[in-house]
């Protein structure tokens, strides 16, 4: 496996990066290494250029980067928290570990095998989207379905792809002999009826029970059981259910044997559980029982770089012959417009777009259904919003004037070479400023010295 290292202010620890190659890994300094990909960083002493260097080379937590400590002292909690946040993978303290290269490889090989999986056709036809937030929730799905039998939760947002995430666990669980996918809309379920659709009933149970009837449970045997939206199961109904998620087994409707019953259980909701639970409107103990893992699914707002992606995915499978381009009207309407129903919102949007356009050329604002045009120019309102809440944020974290000033600025600069792939002098001209003057403040940042510099 090949990765890159960077000694950060300290000199280049040979025997270290000998005993890597034993181990497996085939590591390169960074300067030589010549693309983002897997990496290490190994420092002393955490400083503001230790994190500068994990965002550049992480880009914001999207490539693997493990940040190692090669002091004999302890590392603090906060250094390993701000480390995280800054987009490290993992962080430890080399000296600590009795097998140090085993453990590193340990981690890159299990870190391959997730990304391997995320960038695949499966995942990538059915789940587009590039952004950090994405691809962190799409390694924490892939993860927890490939690598364990674990219940799972997934929440978000209506319209954020829940059920497109259990399918995904469901088809990435790896048991031989997989049943089927059984999904239960907890919105629809009469109370009447409840017991009859999760544990079915006996012939005569009831009246108009006139044959027998298999539930949730027994079709879910050997497969997955999703339970959507599962924060609306009213209190009595999530008690009833405490029993077959635990033990796996329960009673049909009029009949008197325990049945079994095998499954892996996902559930999704749009609900925050805990305040459910705070207001005495969802069962603490059957919380804990459906969420040994929990995956949170960003909005739209939260991945605004994936809408462009989005779109021409959807335009792809609505249009496979040939899809049309987006004209740079549209393009800046659709990156402005909100989405309150998240992606399936865009879908919709997007369909409706194709649904009228005509001819061989891009789609153009006419294309745009009339009431779902512009009023106005809110454009500089949406944005001064948008700054201010990401401001009140770091004021609240307890983040100066300087310190916002300075993230401000190299967040811009980071955003805008990336889209240009790197292009100093297109990324300058977006910025306002000469690239010269964009090269200044890039290597102003820098650290001096012994393999420390950011390499554009």
């Known amino acids: 496996m090949e990765l890159w290292h960077c000694f ?4 280049p620890h040979l025997p270290l990066i000998e005993s890597l190659n034993q181990a497996g890994l085939r590591s390169k300094d960074h300067k030589s290494y010549g693309h983002n990909g897997p990496g290490i960083v190994f420092f002393k002493e955490f400083s503001d250029h230790l994190l500068d260097l994990l965002r550049d080379k992480s880009r914001q937590g999207v490539e693997r980067v493990l940040a190692i400590s090669l002091s004999r002292r302890a590392l603090e909690p906060n250094v390993i928290w701000n480390l995280l946040a800054g987009g490290a993978a993992d962080v430890f303290a080399w000296h600590r570990c009795r097998n140090p290269a085993q453990e590193i490889l340990a981690r890159f090989q299990r870190w391959k095998q997730v990304d391997t999986i995320v960038a695949s056709p499966l995942v990538k036809e059915n789940l587009a989207g590039r952004s950090a937030a994405w691809i962190r929730s799409l390694r924490q799905i892939v993860e927890v379905a490939t690598f364990t039998d674990s219940s799972v939760l997934i929440t978000g947002e209506s319209g954020t792809g829940k059920e497109l995430f259990a399918q995904l666990v469901h088809t990435l669980d790896t048991r031989a002999s997989k049943g089927s996918l059984v999904v239960c809309d907890c919105t629809t379920i009469v109370p009447e009826l409840s017991g009859s659709e999760f544990f079915g009933h006996e012939r005569g149970a009831f009246t108009g029970a ?19 939206e599962v924060g609306e199961l009213p209190l009595n109904l999530q008690a009833e259910l405490l029993r077959v998620i635990q033990e796996r087994t329960y009673k049909r ?13 996902v559930c999704a909701t749009n609900r925050n559980l805990f305040e459910e639970q705070a207001n005495a409107r969802f069962r603490r103990d059957f919380y804990y029982r459906i969420a040994s893992w929990t995956c949170h699914l960003p909005c739209l707002a939260e991945r605004r770089e994936d809408i ?12 496979p012959d040939e899809p049309p381009e987006l004209d740079d009207a549209v393009r800046q309407y659709l990156l402005e417009r909100e989405y309150p129903g998240n992606v399936r919102d865009l879908k919709q949007l997007v369909t409706r777009m ?12 006419g294309d745009i259904p009339e009431l779902e045009r512009p009023r106005g120019d809110r454009s500089d309102q949406r944005y001064e919003e948008e700054l201010e809440t990401a401001v009140r944020s770091a004021v609240t974290l307890g983040a100066s004037l300087k310190e916002i000033e300075r993230a401000a600025g190299v967040l811009a600069e980071k955003i805008v070479i990336e889209e240009e792939q ?13 690239d010269r003057a964009l090269q200044i403040r890039r290597a102003a940042r820098r650290p001096n010295g012994n393999g420390a510099a950011i390499v554009s």
């Open 210 to 228: 006139v044959a027998a009837r298999k539930g949730a449970f027994a079709l879910a045997d050997g497969g997955t059981l999703f339970l959507d």
């Open 308 to 319: 462009l992606v989005l779109a021409k995915h959807f335009i792809s499978q609505l249009r």
């Open 354 to 365: 194709i649904q009228h356009h005509v001819g061989p050329g891009a789609i153009t604002a």
């Open 253 to 265: 409707v009029g009949g008197n044997a325990w049945e079994k019953t095998e499954f892996r259980l």
């Open 8 to 11: 950060l202010g300290i000199e």
């Open 422 to 434: 790197g292009n100093i002098q297109r990324a300058a001209v977006r910025l306002g400023v000469s």
